[in-house]
């Protein structure tokens, strides 16, 4: 189970406009096209149901939140696969190894605690996220210096949760 109640991404909220959501995801066909790949009506429907989400998915979340199911598990998972080589989408996991996926559209990385017992995800708080970029950007920077290309990261952070903070909405993973 996921659970957490902080909102990470604006098109989640609720109160969001149809024209966030639809100027979202303008830029990320946009995003498709410049990569020359072909704008279908399965990866809309992944994206639209990815800009949705309040939190990282799994791809069986993905494929169940798919109202009309336009596309089967295996298209799924070749879609994310696409868009997580154009960042699009920010894979994250659980302690166990289970993959999650989160829109990320021009938008910095969002960290997160994965509670071990209970798969809470909470996102990291906001001085620490900032601490944690400075030094990423840092490494990313000298790593560039010394000749390396497309420098990418994963970073999450795996605790017990502690009892206070168990609350929130819960996605099964």
């Known amino acids: 189970m996921i659970a957490s109640t902080q909102t990470n991404h604006p098109l989640a909220d609720s109160s969001a406009s149809p024209s966030s959501l ?18 279908t009506q ?24 798919l109202n009309d199911h336009s596309c089967d598990l295996v298209t799924v998972y070749r879609c994310l696969a696409a868009f997580e080589e154009l960042n699009l989408v ?14 990320q559209l021009g938008t ?17 708080p906001a001085d620490l996220t900032a601490d944690l970029r400075a030094v990423i950007q840092k490494i990313e920077g000298e790593l560039a210096s010394r000749g390396y290309t497309e420098v ?17 909405v819960s996605i099964k993973g």
Do not use: W
Request: a neutral charge; one cysteine or more.
């Open 22 to 39: 639809e100027q979202s995801l303008e830029q990320a066909c946009s995003r498709l096209k410049s990569a020359g790949l072909r704008i």
């Open 108 to 124: 910095d990385p969002v960290y997160h605690i994965v509670g071990k017992t209970d798969n809470t995800v909470t996102t990291l």
């Open 42 to 65: 399965p990866r809309i429907a992944i994206l639209t149901t990815l800009f949705q989400q309040t939190q990282p998915v799994t791809i069986e979340q993905i494929h169940e939140n």
């Open 152 to 168: 990418s990261h994963m970073a999450e952070f795996f605790a017990t949760t502690p009892d206070h903070a168990r609350h929130g």
């Open 90 to 103: 920010r894979r994250s996991y659980f302690h166990n190894g289970t993959s999650l996926y989160q829109i």
